[in-house]
């Protein structure tokens, strides 16, 4: 029998095999990679947290206020933690962006 050239997809559907295209949210693309910083304090990666991605409501540990949703910030945690990175994930905090800035060094 025969080899049919036809392809076996419905016509219109070009993509099908690998589903729509999502579309692409530059903003979250933009602030999706952590920074690292250098510090007298350790190596500490920073995330930026946008307006529109702060949905809940956190604690600052720089000025004990609280952040509300809507709020830009910053989501730290250290690099170079005893414990491991996993450790240091689940021990990342939220800052205000002036008090990031502005901590003081403890030693």
Known sequence: ?????????PRGS??????????VDLERARA??????SAPDGE??????TERNA????T???CHSSIPPGIAHLVVWREDSLF????ALAD???WHLRCWQTRSFRY
């Open 92 to 94: 990342r905090r939220h």
């Open 60 to 62: 600052c540990p720089g």
């Open 14 to 23: 070009s993509r099908a095999k690998w589903g729509a295209t999502p579309e």
């Open 84 to 87: 491991g990175p996993e450790t």
């Open 32 to 37: 999706g990679l952590p920074m690292r910083e």
């Open 55 to 58: 949905a809940k409501t956190y």
């Open 1 to 9: 029998m025969p080899r049919s050239n036809r392809p076996n997809r």
């Open 44 to 49: 500490w990666s920073v995330r930026r947290i």
